[in-house]
């Protein structure tokens, strides 16, 4: 099987690296962590302008999509670069409102964005939602509000607890399909999250030094930065081969896998950074603690490779 990017789909996430290159997503992820939303709404704005939301939309509700590959794509660049806010949630959102006519458009714009609370009475960015879904095996809610705000591990993602009741939107959500959604943006996100992490720590070891020479020229050190290298790019295959066939399974595989080399990445940074690596003031905390809050969002380890091991048959 031929299994690459075309000319357009690695244009397109060229042109998102370059735009959010450019927007100093740093700051803005501070801004977002203080509930300080203006410059994070500028910056939805901006990725909607890109086709990013109507990715998820379908067509017939002012949406591009729905497009598994080219949105798992964004969400890589949107990892890279730490964007906040509750931008898997609201992919999941356009899944779960299929053909809510008055619902999906201002989605796919970017006017809206939306969050979901799946079993529980917390939903990320509440606060900065403006549509609120409360999910249930048995019933969509629209909720009509939201609670404080809730200290996180990733101070980037704000925790809220959403208002019971609002309008019923279906007593038959399609559960299954929105968690699969929801997993495979959680780990493009997560390998995006892997590969800013490597990056930022191959640049660092080639800068510092340690008995007259760069630490990076240390074989332990190398290794540690291959080990890493390698997780990475066995779990990119995996995403992308999810996404074509949107398998459950498949794409639980891809969560597990995706979360976890991120998360192996986030401690060999740590580690290589030494203890600047702790500290909130340095950038690298950012993904730091993103690599960490994915690994469970959306489904923990154990329980991907338990749907991994229900699913049967090959995986990617």
Do not use: N
Request: one cysteine or more.
């Amino acid at each position: 099987m031929r299994f690459l990017l075309d000319a357009e789909q690695r244009a397109f996430a060229a042109s998102l690296d370059a735009m959010l290159t450019s927007a100093d997503t740093p700051s803005v992820v501070r801004d977002w962590s203080r509930g300080e939303h203006g410059s994070g709404r500028a910056l939805w704005g901006r990725i909607a302008d890109a086709g990013v939301f109507a990715l998820a939309v379908p067509e017939e509700y002012d949406g591009l999509g729905p497009r598994p590959v080219e949105l798992a794509l964004a969400f890589v660049e949107l990892g890279r670069h730490a964007v906040p806010g509750p931008l898997v949630e609201t992919a999941t959102a356009a899944v779960l409102l299929d053909k809510t006519e008055r619902l999906l458009p201002p989605l796919a714009s970017g006017e809206t964005m939306a969050t979901v609370a799946y079993d529980s009475p917390y939903a990320l960015d509440g606060d900065a939602a403006t549509i609120r879904l409360a999910l249930s095996p048995d019933a969509l809610h629209l909720s009509p509000g939201h609670g404080p705000v809730r200290p996180s591990l990733d101070p980037a993602r704000r925790l809220t607890p959403l208002a019971p009741g609002g309008e019923l939107l279906t007593p038959t959500p399609p559960v299954e399909q929105a968690l699969t959604w929801a997993r495979l943006t959680t780990a493009a996100q997560a390998l995006g999250v892997g590969l800013a992490l490597l990056d930022k720590t191959v640049a660092y070891v080639k800068q510092r030094t340690q008995f007259g020479a760069p630490i990076g020229s240390f074989q332990a050190v190398k290794h540690r930065l291959a080990d890493a290298k390698t997780a990475l790019e066995f779990a990119r295959p995996l995403l992308f081969g999810a996404a074509l066939t949107m398998e459950p399974a498949d794409v639980a595989a891809a969560k597990v896998t995706a979360c976890e080399a991120a998360y192996a990445t986030a401690r060999t940074a740590l580690q290589l950074h030494g203890a600047i690596g702790y500290t909130s003031e340095y950038d690298l905390s950012l993904w730091l603690t993103k690599a960490r809050a994915l690994r469970t969002a959306w489904g923990t380890p154990d329980e991907c490779r338990a749907l991994v091991v229900r699913g049967g048959g090959r995986r990617w």
